[in-house]
């Protein structure tokens, strides 16, 4: 598993209020990725980063904030929860020394977040 | 724009037959493919990907796929079906360079005895 935790692993919120989602690794891996996964869409890319205060933007990064202060931690934020929130949050780490499409070059993900926005 | 395009949905075979689930993409530069399995409540494992070569990929747990640049398709095989094979299935292309990934909305599996 990579060393992957998410923490909560299931959470139920109001519209309005704010959520933080955390997700640890504990392989010092420099790229990290938020997705949501949703019926009918598959997994699409939130945001992800780099290195350590490096980050960027997904697909679908409307109403959401990332922070990462530590390489261990990539925390995934959501100001203010609405419905259209409500998902399976999936982290996920990139493995590999750089090299693109080498034998390391693999995403391993964690085990995921179920919120639901009420 | 880019997508990966699963254009099934569900899937039901039999036990000990042969699998194949298909995966169209439409990419602007050459991709990188892969195909993952999901089981309920877990995370998405690998079970191959292409990047350059042979587009004959062997992955984990008996799974090939093959890359056929001239259809757009990375479609993963089977030859014989488990049971425990029986999860849900991802499409996915991403950059060479870079880090925004796409996949497709998932074959969901059903093997029957």
């Known amino acids: 598993d990579a060393g992957i935790t998410q923490s909560p692993r299931h959470k139920v919120t109001e519209t309005g209020t704010p959520v933080t989602l955390r997700c640890h690794q504990t392989?010092?891996?420099?790229?990290m990725y938020w997705y949501r996964q949703d019926p009918g869409h598959g997994l699409r890319l939130i945001h992800y980063?780099?290195?350590?205060?490096?980050?960027d933007k997904g697909e679908v990064s409307d109403g959401y904030s990332v922070s990462r202060s530590k390489t261990e931690d990539f925390l995934l934020t959501l100001e203010s929860a609405t419905s259209s929130q409500t998902s399976v949050y999936f982290c996920?780490?990139?493995?590999?020394?750089?090299?693109?499409?080498?034998?390391?070059?693999?995403?391993?993900f964690g085990p995921g977040t179920r919120l639901t926005v009420l | 724009a880019q997508s990966v395009t699963q254009p099934d949905i569900h899937i039901t075979v039999s036990e000990g037959a042969s699998l194949e689930l298909r995966c169209n993409y439409s990419?602007?530069?050459?991709?990188?493919l892969f195909w993952y399995v999901q089981s309920p409540g877990q995370g998405l494992q690998l079970l191959l990907k292409?990047?350059?070569?042979?587009?004959l990929v062997q992955g984990i747990k008996g799974f090939e796929a093959e890359f056929k640049r001239s259809q757009s398709s990375f479609n993963l095989r089977k030859p014989s079906v488990h049971w425990s094979d029986a999860a849900e299935y991802f499409c996915?292309?991403?950059?060479?360079?870079?880090?925004?990934?796409?996949f497709g909305t998932g074959t969901s599996l059903t093997v029957i005895p």
């Open positions: 392989e010092n891996h420099r790229y």
């Open positions: 980063s780099y290195g350590v205060k490096d980050t």
């Open positions: 990419y602007g530069a050459t991709p990188y």
């Open positions: 996915a292309v991403g950059p060479r360079t870079g880090n925004q990934f796409y």
């Open positions: 996920a780490i990139r493995q590999g020394t750089g090299l693109a499409g080498g034998p390391e070059d693999e995403q391993f």
């Open positions: 292409y990047f350059s070569g042979d587009t």
